[in-house]
């Protein structure tokens, strides 16, 4: 097969049926066979070998990526009937079989689904995001953790404005935002994100990757004028999927937007960082709100984002000077390319001095993730002593524990990874399966060098951790810290993640010193 010429498979998702009185969310799913037509069409006129298959399941989805002789996969599944975040999983399936993938990767994938995780990752690298808490399924709203208002209240795990209409916007806390968020427990069965509700401008800002390096696309703006002042300025699931409907008739794209200079500058750079942050690849679209003195703030990241004609992507192409059919066939060669030569996607590189492969599938806040090897050792004792949160005892079971997944490698109990900064370890995370138990994880260690603090770079190795956990089948991770008042940085930390605390034993480590215990559902 030449990078080139590569066979295509076109591969979505079987969209839900309509369902009765047309609720639910079938016009978003629908659109995903617009974008199948759209892909086909310029394969098409590129004069590359295609065909187009739907698949309903991830194991669907195993069957016919394991007998389809198509070298490359342009990638649409967007999610499944009976277990939406399963679409992460495709990305795995290729690398398994060794087929090129066009889009982001599985940790990406997983990463930018979970709202509130991503939300934790960006403000970790430094990446402003609108203030707000998630409320998981049965919790309640509590005040005191409220930003000041007005909110907007959204599913945390699902995408395409699904769920958001004029009834997610609540001017202050109360009886109608506890509604709002047991709505999205009812409908949607996850926790619901109630975030703070920027009223201003809004920017699309689409980003893509072409011949290795990333470009960010003219900047988008969605034109609200025509709603007056007595309409929310808000793209709700009307705006981008009922053509009757007055958002959608009048929410046009301003492209490219009208913004100085500078503020442009600075939108763009938080596109970037965004993108770095949560570790996108091949393309995605970066969302934006501007507050009252044009502070933006990412709303959030959309890897793999609508590429039919009418979505904002292929408009931003269009302003970019760049044809749809171009950024196809860049797609489908950048993926080829990769594949044929064991790419960063494949996650495998050789170690200097030695045949051995390693693996290396993912990025904690721009920077490569890559297992731990036995030049790291001394780094990730050093960082964790630099914290000055361990005592000597506390180090001499860190350095065991290391030396046992340096021994074992990836068929050990402990899986230990770090963030590669220039070729050193910036960051460690390590983690493995609970003894006894079905699909519980254990966290068991966490640190970042004090010098490279603040980067995110914590809240990305907890994301990459967690992705390897589903991987490898686990339903639930499981992190255990001190209850000691300089340790509440840590546990804040943890709660930022999606973590809720789950149990706590006085005077565990000493007089005074609780065990406190947190655990989070994957």
């Known amino acids: 097969m030449a990078p080139d010429r590569p066979r295509v498979l076109v591969l979505h998702n079987v969209p839900r049926p309509a369902a009765p009185g047309g609720a639910g969310w079938a016009e978003s799913d629908a659109g995903v066979l617009v974008e199948a037509e759209a892909v086909a069409r310029a394969l098409e006129g590129l004069g590359l070998a295609h065909r187009t298959a739907a698949v309903g399941t991830l194991a669907d989805a195993a069957a016919l990526l394991a007998a389809a002789p198509e070298e490359v996969v342009f990638n649409l599944v967007e999610g499944f009937l009976d277990r939406p975040a399963d679409a992460a999983g495709v990305p795995l399936l290729c690398h398994a079989l060794g087929k090129g993938f066009t889009g982001a990767d599985a940790p990406c994938l997983w990463l930018a689904l979970d709202k509130g995780r991503a939300k934790a990752v960006l403000e970790a690298a430094g990446v402003p995001c609108p203030p707000g808490v998630e409320v998981p399924v049965g919790g309640r709203v509590r005040a005191s953790g409220l930003p000041p208002g007005p909110y907007i209240v959204k599913p945390a795990r699902a995408d395409a404005s699904e769920g958001i209409d004029a009834d997610s916007l609540v001017p202050r806390a109360g009886s109608a935002l506890a509604r709002a968020v047991q709505r999205v427990h009812r409908e949607f069965g996850q926790a619901a994100l109630v975030e703070q509700f920027i009223d201003g401008r809004e920017l699309n800002v689409s980003v893509v990757e072409r011949g290795g390096s990333v470009e960010v696309l003219p900047l988008a703006e969605i034109d609200f004028s025509a709603f007056g002042g007595g309409r929310p300025r808000l793209v709700d699931y009307g705006a981008k999927w009922h053509p009757e409907s007055f958002a959608y008739q009048n929410t046009p794209l301003i492209l490219p937007a009208r913004l100085p200079a500078g503020l442009a500058r600075e939108v763009r750079r938080l596109a970037r960082a965004a993108w770095d942050a949560l570790g996108c690849s091949g393309y995605a679209r970066v969302d934006f709100r501007l507050d009252a003195g044009g502070r933006p703030y990412v709303l959030e990241v959309n890897p793999n984002p609508d590429v039919s004609s009418d979505a904002g992507f292929a408009a931003a192409l269009e302003a970019a000077g760049i044809p749809f059919a171009t950024f196809v066939g860049e797609a489908v060669r950048g993926a080829a390319t990769g594949a044929a030569a064991a790419p960063r996607r494949a996650g495998w590189t050789r170690r200097a001095g030695g045949g051995e492969r390693t693996r290396r599938a993912g990025r ?99 994301a990459y951790a967690e ?20 340790y509440e940085p840590t546990r804040a930390f943890y709660r930022r993640l999606g973590y809720r605390e789950a149990g706590r034993i006085p005077d565990f480590y000493a007089p005074g010193d609780d065990k406190v215990v947190y655990a989070k559902d994957l």
Do not use: N
């Not at 002593?385 to 001499?396: I, K, L, N, P, S």
């Not at 770090?418 to 390590?430: H, I, L, S, T, Y």
């Not at 992705?467 to 300089?486: H, K, L, N, Q, Y």
């Open 467 to 486: 992705g390897r956990i589903r991987e490898r089948g686990g339903r639930m991770a499981v992190v255990e810290t001190s209850g000691r008042a300089v």
């Open 364 to 462: 904690a806040a721009g920077v490569p993730v890559r297992r731990s090897e036995p030049r790291d050792r001394e780094a990730v004792l050093a960082l964790l002593r630099d914290t000055g949160f361990f005592r000597e005892d506390e180090m001499a079971v860190a350095a065991e524990v290391l030396d046992e997944a340096l021994a074992k490698g990836p068929g050990g109990h402990y899986q230990s990874f770090v963030a590669d900064e220039r070729g050193e370890a910036a960051g460690w995370v390590c983690f493995g399966p609970t003894p006894c138990t079905v699909g519980t994880f254990d966290v068991y260690w966490i640190g970042v060098a004090p010098g490279r603090q603040g980067r995110g770079l914590g809240a990305a190795l907890m």
